[in-house]
């Protein structure tokens, strides 16, 4: 194990917190690891939403670039970020064992939802399932690190800013103002970390393959089935959460129109054993059922 394993990750803290965490596991199963840290287009370009820069993978695609050159030889990622389809010649070789899958509502006051608010986030799925509970409520854009969109909100007279959960406590900044948004589905694969690496690298594959936690990976999947098959990416407002309890997976989907004004949510169960194309048979139904006319309407207006 004297081959050292470059570990590629984005230069934020959060990025730099989990490319750390795999990198310690690594070393604790006797790995020697190296860090690599590259700037991608999406910590670049701040003033325009996600979905404007056309860019599929935008907090990946810089990684992806470094391993196919032979920069890297893994990387991490926050699993949400990761295209359902990963680039030719790159493959998933671990998700760790998932955190917190909730969004919420970080705010500088107890604001009261019965009044005009305004809500900050830069997800079209936060966007759109906020108006679809709040419909007069105004929801403006956030983007930036976290560090970044939590100074904003505190500069700003908004009401409150939605974050995922998981991100602020990795990093230790979830302030005690915050609701919970349970009632929320979050984006697919919320909460998880992602391991990537060469097709080509057995010995990569076989050490990060070590660090796989298989619930974890069993709901992502379907989840990702689900958008996969939905053809969101990051440009469409679609939730998926899966769970599992005792020998049964749980599944909740959404897709909404981008004011919210249209849900089409579905819930379903399957055993364990049969859920290898469970996410996107819950996507069918979806598309079945005014899905396809929705997705059409959403792909014209981005």
Known sequence: MNRPIRIGTRDSALAVWQATS??????????????????????????????????????????????????????????KDVPTLLPKGIVQTAVLERASTEDILVHNGQPDFKDVCTIATGSLRRKAQWLNRYPNHRVVGLRGNVHTRLQKLKESDWSGAIFAKAGLERIDVLPHKHISLDWMIPAPAQGAMVVVALE??????????????????TCTRVERDFLRVLEGGCSAPIGA????????????????????????????????SATDNFGEDCAREILENGGSELMQYIKKKL
Do not use: W
């Open 200 to 217: 080509s690298d057995d010995y990569c594959i076989e050490a990060s393959s070590r660090l796989n936690h298989t619930i974890s990976e």
């Open 22 to 79: 795999v990198e310690k596991a690594l070393q604790n199963l006797g790995y020697n690891t190296e860090l690599v840290t590259v700037k991608s287009t999406g910590d670049l370009i701040l003033d325009k939403p996600l979905y404007e820069l056309g860019i599929t993978g935008i907090f990946t695609k810089t990684l992806d670039v470094a391993m196919l050159n032979g920069t890297v030889d893994i990387a991490v990622h926050s699993m």
């Open 241 to 272: 959460l899966a769970t599992i309890e005792g020998d049964t997976l749980l599944f909740n989907g959404v897709l909404l129109s981008l004011d919210g004004s249209t849900e089409l949510k579905i819930e379903r169960s399957a055993k364990l």
